[in-house]
């Protein structure tokens, strides 16, 4: 396994990347559902693997979080969607119908 930040690299975290996923971090709840819902908001996709012994920065001994949280700590993967489904965009189109606010003046006249 190679180095990184720390964490060392395991080889389903290489099968991610030759996917196109980015490994952003890894927590429970309430955060987990928080950050997957604004990573999906910004148009990504969203893929969540279970946090494994091989996450654990490297040298660390202690074993606290896996034990104390079991099998609820997850790793947030992400990757530009296929589809986009920024919910922000979707909005601003609608609310704008589908027209910039500033279409047609002069930046000047402001």
Known sequence: MSELCGIAVSPRDEQLKEEGWVKQFSCGEPRLTESKELFES?????????????????????????????????????????HNTNIYSEKMLMSNNGKNKNDGKNKNNI
Do not use: N, Y
Not at 60 to 79: G, P, V, Y
């Open 42 to 82: 910004m148009g990504k996709e969203v893929h969540l693997e279970q946090m494994t012994k091989e996450d654990q920065p490297l040298g660390s001994e202690c074993d606290a979080c896996f034990i104390a949280c079991d099998d609820t700590l997850k790793t947030i993967w992400t990757r530009t969607a296929k």
